[in-house]
């Protein structure tokens, strides 16, 4: 069942609310064989939701395949995380005065959670909201993405098949989706408010929601940095893929590289070869490694970006061309620094590529951006990796690989406008959470 009407969303709300002290019951062995079974639904169903995520996301095939066989490992790992999600015993007798006493801290939910998720995990990303709040035994009103809403209801029906109550995962696809975004971050029945998408939206929302526990992941223009000593070869190879895949329609998709004066030439050559090597087509088609974009409007704001860049003084290695939704990748460099594709989230197949002197120049380069969710350093010198993890300001530092790596497991967010809170289900369980202290 989904909900469309603003009336049938908060009845949703009010279901939820009712529900909680039930869901919150649920024992821990309870809850964990529920999520292995959503686990296990979404392996038999593999190819039934990856053909779906193909047709409704416009999701190269093979990338579908990978989201689903993700998503499973995100209701394992909270399966795994619902048996072992316990307290802590606090010694307490520091002091004379509090000899003989004990602590006992448990984390308990803080109630249902309003979720709001994007189009372009429209599987993983919702399963990342859901699968940690089954594993506290918190209900979920979810918005997913008005592009993409038919991934959430199939989800939907796996997860009540599995024994998890109707009332506790709502799936709203609203005739009015402002509104109802809005209503999901006031509504006080909903304590925390949990979102995936553009930083606009995210911070506003977060300003409406005033009391609530809130967590935003709002993307970003990640950045890689290649130093001297890399391998260029694999460099290349990798920001490729991370630069490119589903048309660079992700939060982590390579934007910026800023490689050493030493190997930029090398490294642009091989670069720009390697990506007219990819192949443009039919999402369905299992040869396909960049399909069209979301919508034909979002090419062209694009591709307008890349004119705008190039009218202001950027030099152009590779141009991708536009046809409808389908657009080519394209690789600038001499980007002015208040250019959008250099400055702001370009959402699509740009990457921008620069020369620095230095691996200080470059961290510093990476540094001047508003945004800081992850970032890829390609150095072997232990003493370069240290210095990224304690310099760059971002939430992940990803080594002799792209930003756009991500384990379900690992925490995932950023700093500055990329957002505020973790995900990954762990770090994810402690943002639904508060813990409670008993004192014996």
Known sequence: MHFTTKAEAEAAIAAAAEVFPTTQARASFERHAILTRIS????TQLEDFAQLLCAEAKKPIRDARVEVQRARMTFSLAADEARRFGGELLPLDLSAAAVGRLGLVRRFPLGP????????????LVAHKLAPAIAVGAPVVLKPAEKTPRIALK??????????????????????PQEIGTLLATDPRLPVFSFTGSDT???????LANKKHVTLELGGNAAVLVAEDADIAHAVARCVAGGFAYSG??????????????????FCEALVAKTRALRLGDPADETTDLGPMITEAAAI?????????????ARVLLQGLREGAFLAPSILTHVPVDQPVACDEVFGPVVVVESV???DEGIARINAS??????GVFTYDMRRILQAHQQLRVGGVIINDVPTFRSDAMPYGGEGDSGTGREGIRWTMDEYTSPRVLVL
């Open 155 to 176: 989800l939907q029906e796996l997860v009540h098949a599995s024994g998890w109550p109707e009332a506790a995962f709502a799936v709203l696809t609203p005739e009015t």
């Open 201 to 207: 939206i995210g911070w506003e929302l977060k300003r």
């Open 370 to 375: 508003r945004f800081g969710l992850q970032a």
């Open 113 to 124: 959670v309003a979720a709001v998720t994007p189009f372009n995990f429209p599987l993983n």
């Open 40 to 43: 296990e639904g979404l392996e």
């Open 357 to 359: 002197e230095s691996f």
């Open 301 to 313: 704001r694009v591709e307008q970006w890349v004119e705008q860049a190039k009218r202001a003084g």
């Open 249 to 266: 329609q992700v939060c982590i998709s390579v934007q910026r590289v800023f490689v050493h004066k030493n190997c930029y030439d090398s």
